[in-house]
Nanobody
């Protein structure tokens, strides 16, 4: 089970930190990722982190602004989002998979999503 939190309304240039708490399985063995889906658009991959937390990866549009991290002791993955733009508005989902390739494409587990709205 994956449960996201931390979404909300923020002004352009602001920051939010999303959290995704995992339960029910050995979290430390899973690769984790964040996706987002804007209104009228397909869900897109945003960021990935491997099981150890040492290999983050981002899409170009969020590089330098977003940071993915994880705390295996707390079974939680985070997405720190800075310098937010209106185009970052979307429902953000976390995902999990034992396979580092699959977690970025067709993950096995999904959270329910949390809304992020960037607007003045």
């Amino acid at each position: 089970l994956l449960v996201e939190s931390g979404g909300g309304l923020v002004q352009p240039g602001g920051s939010l930190r999303l959290s995704c708490a995992a339960s029910g399985r050995t979290f430390s063995g899973y690769a984790m990722a964040w996706f987002r889906q804007a209104p009228g658009k397909e869900r897109e991959f945003v960021a990935f982190i491997n099981w150890s937390g040492r290999v983050p990866y981002y899409i170009d549009s969020v590089k330098g602004r977003f940071t993915i991290s994880r705390d295996n002791a707390k079974s939680t993955v985070y997405l720190q989002m800075n310098s937010l733009k209106p185009e970052d508005t979307a429902v953000y989902y976390c995902s999990a998979d034992l396979n580092e390739y699959q977690v970025r494409r067709r993950p096995t587990y999904w959270g329910q999503g949390t809304q992020v709205t960037v607007s003045s």
